[in-house]
C-alpha cells in the first residue's frame, strides 16, 4: 500500500470531482463561446465552477480568470501587468527570493526584457518582513508591481501577505500573490489580504491537473498574453477547458464546506509527525516557521543523509516524499528556498518536505515513523563507509 505524504506536489481528487468531469466530458458537447442550446449549456458549466472558485476565496466571479494551471495564472499576472504599466514609467517589480519557478523564472523573463528586478530577502524562518519591503520600495519609487507568495511550497511559512500589501498600495504599486498552497488549506479572502491578483491551482486542492485561476481586482489593467479569441473577458483567449474546470468547481465547494475540520485534524497529524521524528532521530532539524505556516508541511533535514537517497529509499518502502517542489526535480543544485533561509547547501541537501492531505490516517503516520530511524541510520553508516574507503584511497 502506497502511503503518499506529498500533497503539495499534487492531491488525490476530491469527493465528486472524478464524477463532475466525466459527466461533462460525457454529455456536455458545447463551445462555451456558442450562443446555441449545447453552447449555453457549456457556458452554465463555466459560470457554475467560477462561482464556487469566487465563493472558496470571498470574490466575485465576474474577476475571476480561469486558466490551465497555477503557472499560467502567475504569468498572466505577472507578464500582464509590467507590459500594462510600461508606459507608466513604472518599470520595476518585486519578488522574493524564495518563490516557485513560475514567479521566478517569469520575473526573470521580464528582467531580460528590461525590466528592474529586486528579489527581497527572507529571514531565518522564511518571512518577508514588512521593514525589508518598505526599505526596498523606498528605494525603488517606480516600482509597479510587487509578487509575494502566500505561503511557500517546500517549507509551508506564511507570509504577512496583508502587510505587505498595504505597503505596497502607499507607494501606488500593484500587489500579486501566488496563494497556490493555501487555497483549500486555510481560510483565504482576497479583501481581508488586500491584494490586487491572486493566482491559484485546481490540483493542489482536490481538483484536475491543468485548472487554475487568476482573481484580478477591479480597475487592474492586464496585458493578455495568449491572443485569439474573446474569451474570459478578453484577458485569455482559447476554449476553455469545461470538463476540467467543473471538476475545480467541485473541488472548490468541497474545500470551502470542509476546510475547518480538515485544517486541524491536518495540523494536528503534521504536528505529531514532526514531534516524534525529531525525538527519535539525532541530528533531524525542522527548516522554517513552526508557528506561521499551513498545517500540512514540515520540512525536516537530517543530519548526515542526503535527502535524494532518503527519498528513493521511502519509495521502495512504499512511502512518498519529496525533497521540495515538484518542478523542481532532478534538479543538481540545493533548494534555493532553504538556502536563501540561510541553510547551508550541505542542510539543504539533507531536507525532506512531509506535505500531509485529509486522506492521511494516523496508520500512515505509524508506518512512516516506524521506517525513518532505521533508515536514517541505515544510510548514515552506509555514507561513514563510503568515506572511510574514499579516505584510504
Known amino acids: ?57 470571498g470574490a466575485r466571479a465576474s474577476d475571476l480568470v480561469l486558466t490551465g494551471s497555477g503557472t499560467e495564472a502567475d504569468n498572466l499576472a505577472i507578464r500582464g501587468a509590467v507590459e500594462a ?10 519578488t522574493t ?51 509575494v507568495m502566500h505561503a511557500n511550497n517546500e517549507v509551508g511559512t506564511l507570509q504577512p501577505i496583508a502587510e505587505l500589501a498595504a505597503l505596497a498600495r502607499t507607494h501606488g504599486a500593484w500587489f500579486h500573490t501566488d496563494a497556490v498552497q493555501t487555497v483549500g488549506k486555510v481560510p483565504v479572502s482576497v479583501d481581508a489580504l488586500g491584494v490586487d491578483m491572486l493566482s491559484l491551482s485546481g490540483h493542489k486542492f482536490g481538483g484536475p491537473k491543468g485548472t487554475g485561476a487568476l482573481w484580478v481586482r477591479r480597475g487592474i489593467r492586464l496585458v493578455a498574453q495568449q491572443t485569439g479569441g474573446k474569451q474570459e473577458r478578453l484577458r485569455r483567449a482559447g476554449t476553455e477547458n ?17 476546510l475547518q475540520v480538515h485544517a486541524p485534524a491536518v495540523a494536528a497529524r503534521r504536528d505529531r509527525l514532526e514531534r516524534t ?44 516524499v519529496s525533497t521540495g517542489s515538484a518542478c523542481s526535480s532532478g534538479s543538481l543544485e540545493p533548494s534555493h528556498v532553504l538556502t536563501a533561509m ?52
Open 277 to 320: 521524528l525529531l525525538d527519535g532521530v539525532p541530528g533531524a532539524h525542522v527548516n522554517g516557521a513552526t508557528e506561521s505556516r499551513v498545517p500540512n508541511t514540515t520540512n525536516i533535514s537530517f543530519d548526515g543523509v542526503e535527502a535524494e537517497l532518503l527519498v528513493i529509499a521511502l519509495d521502495l518502502e512504499g512511502i512518498g
Open 97 to 147: 527570493a524564495i518563490e516557485h519557478e513560475a514567479v521566478l523564472a517569469t520575473c526573470g523573463a521580464m528582467e531580460a526584457r528590461g525590466w528592474r528586478v529586486t528579489r527581497l530577502p527572507v529571514d531565518c524562518s522564511g518571512i518577508v518582513t514588512p521593514a525589508a519591503l518598505a526599505a526596498a520600495l523606498h528605494e525603488n519609487p517606480d516600482t509597479g508591481l510587487v509578487s
Open 85 to 94: 504599466l510600461h508606459t507608466s514609467g513604472r518599470r520595476h517589480l518585486m
Open 1 to 57: 500500500m502506497q502511503i503518499y505524504l506529498d500533497h503539495n506536489a499534487t492531491t488525490p481528487p476530491a469527493p465528486g470531482v472524478v464524477d463532475a468531469v466525466c459527466r461533462v466530458l460525457r454529455d456536455t458537447q458545447g463551445n462555451p463561446s456558442s450562443i446555441h442550446a449545447p453552447g449555453q449549456q457549456a457556458r452554465a458549466v463555466l459560470d457554475d465552477a467560477r462561482r464556487r472558485v469566487a465563493t472558496l476565496i
Open 342 to 393: 540561510g541553510l547551508s547547501a550541505a542542510r539543504a541537501r539533507t531536507s525532506l518536505r512531509f506535505s500531509l492531505g485529509a486522506d492521511t490516517t494516523d496508520a500512515d503516520l505509524d508506518a512512516v515513523i516506524g521506517r525513518i530511524p532505521a533508515l536514517v541510520d541505515k544510510l548514515r553508516r552506509l555514507n561513514q563507509t563510503a568515506a572511510a574507503v574514499g579516505g584510504r584511497r
Open 242 to 258: 469545461v470538463a476540467g474546470l467543473a471538476g475545480l468547481g467541485v473541488a472548490a465547494a468541497y474545500a470551502r464546506a470542509t
